[in-house]
């Protein structure tokens, strides 16, 4: 199929067959072997093919003597057909083996400047398409559009061909100084309405953009390796590389050159603090950013002064709950952004201001400002902030407990768009924010689906604290479908998480979360417990979500407890726990186990109807009056399990109606 692809009239007959197959001996059978031999056809003939390959093959068997007979083929047949390009020619596809992943035409005209094979009056583009016919350079479909690549051997040959020439060096040279051109653009497009595209054509030249940052650090050029990934750092946020990102701050701030007080420090300095922001590692992203910001003070840099104040302002507010500093780092920055322009600095200050005033209990100014904030990013066409402004709209809605279909659409559209961005930091976010939804009104499924798709992303790219929360939720739902043992391993699991992410609000919902299992299984004095450690960890601290419908459920559960155990106990039992730390909050946790009995329950007065706790527990509020809605509530489970329960009572008792069921538990002294 090949040759015939380069020469139409080429046929396999029987003429042709047994040199053919010769030349697929020789070449052991290997494809991409093959495929270049193939692709001669339109200038030699079978035999002339076997006869020059059979001269190669003999000049190069003492050369890799060494090397595994196949791997020996293989180069032959690469350095055969390497040997026909013209001395330009190899020139320019030699190149090209620079490139890690693949190419786009303008990379490779870019490197390629200054190559004898240009200098003939060819362009890039005849170049390469005489390279891909030739099977040296194959087409590929990339995410940003039509590119080129080798196959590594074939690149390793290259390599080689330059290296042997001392001509390597310049052809990096080359290549990093296209990828640093590149990345000043790209910093620009991040923030545009062309940013989709941009990520897009950054995923495409990962490869290439480690490549360039570890010759630059090679060649003793850290700077601009730093300038270089400074100015991709959004991409790294947006898709969560947050394992890479650690590895290339850790190796670059451990250089002797790094401890000195310059841009280079401060850029790599900002870099760490804004992964670990992202992280929830409060302690080291202050220290970083700080420091960061006051060498770009020093250095008069505004635009990096800005985005270090935004960075400060929601590590203040948002994982240390520090009002105060973040009012101060916001003013700023809000001053300074609107001085600069920088329309994606002006709208994330907004948004962050946001955070601050909601702390204040302000809700219908937090609104206009997230409202101000969508306008800057619509104005911008910047769809990150776009999707941002919207999720944090979406969220006031809920937290707020106003009509759950407004709340879900705003969410559900930054969803949208979070999704065509790739943005996995964000999306476990919005996930978890559905899935709320989704849990409030009934559907359980629905919500389990929302959690399990976050935390899949989170796992993925190793962010411990939204995994944490997904677990958390889980662990809610479990407890909401009655599946008691499934909800303590979640749970276990979230607050293990959480140790290595100490978020405080974060582990008093999770203690919360025990409390209800507790109680949904009889332990009334761990409940008790669990809510004054939550409360010990919250000591302070104003949470940042409100969730109405969340602090209507604690409410619920404080007083059930309280009701059962009286207020002495219900006082005591609370004390115990009031001066938990995370690490306390997780060793009692540890030591939970679930009470599956209940003390304070009666025994069943007729053992032969079959009914199970559970079932009896619903029987007497059905008898009491209560609805399953109302049932739901008390018991601290869904409205679906309790449909399923009454169900099951009924098809237990033979009875075909609740008013039959509620006459039976009457007169069997049940209710």
């Not at 919005?430 to 009934?442: E, F, P, T």
């Not at 010990?536 to 459920?553: K, N, V, Y």
């Amino acid at each position: 199929h090949r040759a015939r692809a380069v020469q139409s009239s080429f046929v396999l007959d029987a003429g042709n067959r047994r040199t053919v197959a010769e030349i697929c001996a020789r070449l052991d059978g290997l494809p991409l072997a093959i495929e270049l031999a193939a692709a001669r056809v339109n200038v030699f003939s079978p035999t002339e093919i076997l006869a020059r390959l059979t001269d190669r093959l003999s000049l190069l068997t003492g050369h890799l003597r060494d090397a595994p007979p196949r791997l020996r083929s293989l180069r032959d047949a690469i350095g055969w057909s390497f040997d026909l390009l013209s001395p330009e020619e190899r020139e320019f596809h030699a190149r090209l083996s620079v490139f890690v992943g693949g190419f786009s035409l303008d990379a490779a005209e870019f490197v390629a400047v200054g190559s004898p094979g240009l200098a003939d009056g060819r362009d890039t583009s005849d170049m390469v398409a005489m390279l891909t016919d030739q099977s040296l350079v194959e087409r590929a479909d990339g995410a940003s559009g039509t590119r080129f690549r080798m196959l590594e051997t074939i690149r390793e040959f290259g390599l080689t061909y330059l290296a042997e020439r001392d001509e390597l060096g310049a052809a990096r040279d080359a290549h990093a100084a296209f990828y640093g051109q590149l990345m000043v653009q790209a910093e620009v497009g991040l923030k545009g309405p062309d940013q989709v595209r941009w990520l897009r054509r950054l995923d495409d030249e990962h490869g290439n953009l480690r490549e360039a940052m570890a010759w630059l650090t090679a060649q003793n050029r850290v700077p601009e390796a730093i300038e270089l990934f400074s100015n991709i750092t959004h991409f790294m946020h947006v898709r969560a590389h947050f394992t890479e990102w650690r590895l290339l701050l850790e190796g670059w701030l451990a250089l002797p050159e790094l401890r000195e007080r310059t841009r280079t420090r401060a850029l790599a300095l900002f870099a760490d603090g804004l992964r670990t922001a992202n992280l929830g590692e409060s302690a080291s992203a202050i220290e970083s950013v700080e420091e960061a910001l006051d060498l770009f003070r020093q250095l008069g840099d505004r635009k990096m002064v800005t985005f270090s104040l935004n960075v400060l302002t929601y590590t203040y507010v948002i994982l240390v709950n520090d009002t105060e500093r973040a009012r101060l780092a916001s003013d700023e920055c809000l001053a300074m952004a609107r001085h600069t322009g920088d329309a994606r600095d002006e709208a994330l200050a907004w948004l962050n201001r946001s955070s601050i005033l909601w702390q204040e209990d302000d809700p219908q100014v937090v609104r206009e400002v997230l409202k101000e904030s969508l306008a800057v990013a619509r104005k911008a066409g910047d769809a990150w902030m776009i999707g941002m402004a919207l999720g944090s709209l979406g969220r006031l809605a809920l937290d707020l407990g106003e009509d759950l279909g407004a709340a879900g659409m705003l969410l559900h559209e930054s969803l949208v768009i979070e999704k065509e961005l790739g943005d996995r930091r964000n999306l476990p976010v919005m996930l978890a924010d559905l899935a709320l939804i989704a849990r409030i009104q009934g559907d359980l499924d629905g919500a389990e689906s929302h959690i399990r798709l976050g935390m899949s992303i989170a796992q993925a790219t190793g962010q411990a604290w939204f995994e944490a929360v997904a677990h958390l939720d889980l662990g809610i739902v479990a407890r909401l479908q009655d599946e008691l043992e499934r909800s303590l391993r979640e749970l276990r699991q979230a607050i293990s998480l959480l140790q290595q992410v100490p978020y405080p609000p974060d582990v008093a919902e999770c203690l919360r979360a025990f409390a209800a299992l507790a109680l949904a299984s009889g332990d009334v004095l761990a409940a008790a417990r669990f809510l004054g450690g939550a409360d010990a960890l919250l000591r302070g601290i104003q949470p940042l979500s409100h969730f109405t419908r969340l602090i209507d459920e604690h409410g619920r559960i404080l007083d059930s407890v309280h009701a059962v155990l009286g207020q002495e106990t219900f006082d005591r039992a609370r004390a115990e726990a009031g001066g938990w730390s995370v690490d306390d909050a997780v060793a009692a946790v540890m030591a939970f186990e679930l009470d599956t009995g209940n003390d304070d329950q009666p025994e069943p007065i007729a053992p032969a109807h079959g009914l199970s706790p559970r079932e009896l527990d619903v029987l007497r509020l059905m008898a009491n009056g209560l609805s399953n809605q109302q049932i739901a509530d008390e018991l601290f489970v869904s409205r679906r399990t309790v449909t399923s329960h009454v169900t099951s009572i009924l098809g237990k008792l033979g009875l075909s109606s609740r008013t039959a069921a509620v006459s039976y538990a009457i007169r069997g002294g049940i209710a």
